[in-house]
């Protein structure tokens, strides 16, 4: 499995940003794809999780109603838009995959490289 991230950059204060992470190697109908943030000095945050069949999603507190994910089935990519973007959003973003996740907001087997988005004030 491979994940590549793109997407991330420098934006003002409630700006809006998308991530992509476009994943090949396998067949993702039935992974868990999620995405994750780390900002400097911090430990790896949780921030969404999608189904890859079903479309089931669930969101950290911190991004609900500003950040939606989804999934473009023929270009095997899954996207994070994130709106009303502010400096605690700083981070280093990461998307991961896994087919038996047994609990999404930690513990994939397979992780992308990682995208730099910074907030700035």
């Known amino acids: 499995v491979q994940l590549v991230e793109s997407g991330g950059g420098l934006v003002q204060v409630g700006g809006s940003l998308r991530l992509s992470c476009a994943a090949s190697?396998?067949?993702?109908?039935?992974?868990?794809i999620g995405w994750f943030r780390q900002a400097p000095g911090k430990e790896r945050e949780f921030v969404v999780y999608?189904?890859?069949?079903?479309?089931?999603?669930d969101y950290a507190d911190s991004v609900k109603g500003r950040f939606s994910i989804s999934i473009d089935n023929v270009k095997n990519t899954v996207y994070l838009q994130m709106n009303s973007l502010k400096p605690e959003d700083t981070a280093v973003y990461y998307c991961a995959a896994g087919m038996v996740v047994l609990d999404p907001r930690s513990g994939y087997p397979y992780w992308g490289q990682g995208t730099q988005v910074t907030v700035s004030s």
């Open positions: 999608i189904k890859w069949s079903g479309g089931y999603t």
């Open positions: 190697g396998r067949t993702f109908s039935d992974y868990t």
